[in-house]
């Protein structure tokens, strides 16, 4: 399978990607074929560097860097050799099965949405992360973030979405579904939560378990947490706050480090056509490993198929 990594996001860019792609490597020799955009000087030498072997990665070259702060949109036009552009060419024309960037969040969308564009029949694609369970057990929230402002319609989708990634991703048979709300009898919190409740309530795909509350959420009630991403976003950093915390104190706990971003890799963008997987902007050398890993994952279970599959049934 191939692989396309943009070599040149993300705040440790790229030596810290070619570190991930060393640590992938000494795990996975043969596993996949991992194309780089980026710039080819500054690439080739990393690679000599770290002893990567030109068997296992091409380099694509792209002169070009689209910055964190650069508007996603214009950028991406304007910036057609960026490493990110370069790696939705490759994705869109078919030569990789899968892109990953820790690069412009808001480009990595934008290029998701117009390269490959989203599945026939999905109003929204979704963006969504795990969350360790105290039990030792991982569930999935989503949206964290991409859709502040949500339909009932779109919560509903993304059950669907959040159900086959937790199946055939994390290995849970028959996920329980859940809405994150204020209350856990029908009929409560906001107008969004009491439209979304009847129509997961009636959505026979999906194993729907009624709605759980914010103690609920780092306990095993539940496997997938269904919100709209403003609530989703906060809860997702204040999550991320509990590991940093942890290590400011010099706690050394094994639950506490389960919440180092880390672990996980990157964010899935599920509802799109292919693969694409955004990585935090100070990822280093584990997260792009684990974003490679989660790749090729996703490639080997045919996830999008199964999700396309599931929406032409709609």
């Known amino acids: ?65 689209i910055g964190m702060d650069e508007h996603p949109t214009k950028a991406l036009k304007e910036k057609q050799q960026s490493s990110i552009a370069v790696g939705f060419h490759l994705l869109a024309s078919g030569k990789i099965e899968a892109f990953i960037s820790a690069g412009n969040t808001g480009a990595m969308m934008i290029g998701a949405l117009y390269s490959i564009k989203a599945m026939d029949g999905v109003l929204r694609p979704t963006i969504a992360t795990i969350i360790p369970k105290e039990n030792g057990g991982s569930g999935l929230l989503l949206d964290v973030g991409l859709n502040a402002d949500c339909k009932p319609e779109h919560l509903n989708q993304f059950a669907i979405l959040g159900s086959l990634y937790a199946q055939h991703i994390l290995g849970i048979n028959n996920p329980r579904v859940s809405l994150i709300n204020i209350g856990e009898e029908e009929g409560k919190g906001n107008l969004l939560a009491q439209a979304a409740y009847p129509l997961l309530k009636e959505n026979t795909p999906i194993n729907f378990t009624g709605n759980i509350e914010g103690r609920d959420i780092l306990i095993d009630k539940t496997d997938v947490m269904v919100c709209e991403g403003f609530t989703g976003n906060i809860i997702l950093k204040l999550a991320e706050s509990l590991y940093e915390i942890a290590k400011q104190k010099n706690i050394n706990n094994e639950y506490f480090e389960r919440f180092n971003f880390e672990n996980y890799g990157g964010t899935p963008v599920l509802g799109v056509a292919k693969p694409v997987i955004i990585g935090h902007g100070i990822s280093q050398a584990k997260a792009f490993k684990n974003m490679i890993v989660l790749a090729q994952k996703m490639i080997e279970t045919d996830l999008m198929a199964k999700m396309k599959a599931s929406f032409k049934q709609d």
């Open 1 to 65: 399978m191939n692989i396309g990594l943009d070599m040149m996001g993300g705040d440790f860019a790229p030596r810290e990607a070619v570190k991930g792609i060393q640590l992938y490597l000494n795990e996975n020799p043969s596993a996949s074929v991992l194309y780089a955009t980026g710039d080819e000087t500054q690439l080739q030498q990393l690679f000599q560097e770290f002893s990567i072997p030109s068997s296992s990665v091409k380099i694509i070259h792209a002169p070009q860097v």
